[in-house]
């Protein structure tokens, strides 16, 4: 997928600069930690609504 190889290299790009920062420190290394967990988890809830809402969709009613 072209958006999840632009997140890797924009990650990547990132975790350069920081890394190349005197400053880089334990706070830095958390918030790109974050980052990383809360696009997992964005990515997990579409992939789970995705499928709930085929299912649902497939549910006949009448």
Do not use: C, F
């Not at 990547?12 to 930690?33: F, I, L, P, Q, S």
């Not at 990515?43 to 006949?60: P, R």
């Amino acid at each position: 997928m072209p958006v999840l190889s632009y997140i890797a290299a924009e990650m990547r790009h990132r975790w350069a600069v920081v890394r190349n920062t005197k400053d880089a420190g334990y706070t830095t290394e958390a918030v790109v930690a974050t980052a990383v967990l809360v696009t997992l988890a964005i990515l997990a809830i579409g992939i789970i609504y995705t499928k709930v809402q085929g299912k649902a969709n497939s549910i006949d009613l009448g």
